[in-house]
């Protein structure tokens, strides 16, 4: 597959499909595909973090529990730690303003050479992670 169909969804991603936001028909489309066999999806092991804590202290942790199944039902293909992720994701975060959370994702679109599905501006200051706002 080319890298037009790797991806890899931020948590902002997830977070738009759940509370149907602005780009959550982009991220619909993609786990369609992806259930076609049309493209592989991603997700850094740090968006499970981030829906897990983000969730939880807004909404409860039973509401945190519910959407980890949710995502564990599209069957995405989870990205643990790895020596090359931690050193791109180091990287990035001497270069500039991202948060830890956000270098290992970027890390890992980086990585897999995956296109960085997401809604946060915070990605679009770096020129070498391929990446698709959405909602742009």
């Given at each position: 597959?080319?890298?037009?169909n790797l991806y890899v969804l931020d948590t902002?991603?997830?977070?738009?499909?759940?509370?149907?936001?602005?780009?959550?028909?982009?991220?619909?489309?993609?786990?369609?595909?992806?259930?076609?066999?049309?493209?592989?999806?991603?997700?850094?092991?740090?968006?499970?973090?981030?829906?897990?804590?983000?969730?939880?202290?807004?909404?409860?942790?039973?509401?945190?529990?519910?959407?980890?199944?949710?995502?564990?039902?599209?069957?995405?293909?989870?990205?643990?730690?790895?020596?090359?992720?931690?050193?791109?994701?180091?990287?990035?975060?001497?270069?500039?303003?991202?948060?830890?959370?956000?270098?290992?994702?970027?890390?890992?679109?980086?990585?897999?050479?995956?296109?960085?599905?997401?809604?946060?501006?915070?990605?679009?200051?770096?020129?070498?992670?391929?990446?698709?706002?959405?909602?742009?």
């Amino acid at each position: 597959m080319d890298l037009k169909n790797l991806y890899v969804l931020d948590t902002s991603a997830l977070l738009a499909l759940r509370s149907d936001e602005l780009g959550a028909d982009r991220v619909a489309e993609l786990l369609l595909r992806k259930g076609r066999g049309r493209c592989r999806l991603f997700v850094s092991f740090m968006t499970r973090m981030e829906l897990l804590y983000l969730i939880w202290r807004e909404e409860g942790e039973d509401a945190a529990r519910e959407a980890l199944r949710l995502v564990d039902s599209f069957n995405l293909e989870w990205v643990s730690c790895e020596p090359a992720i931690l050193e791109i994701a180091a990287r990035l975060k001497v270069r500039g303003k991202i948060s830890i959370a956000d270098s290992w994702i970027a890390g890992t679109a980086i990585a897999r050479q995956a296109v960085l599905i997401h809604k946060d501006p915070e990605f679009t200051r770096f020129e070498e992670i391929p990446q698709e706002a959405l909602g742009s």
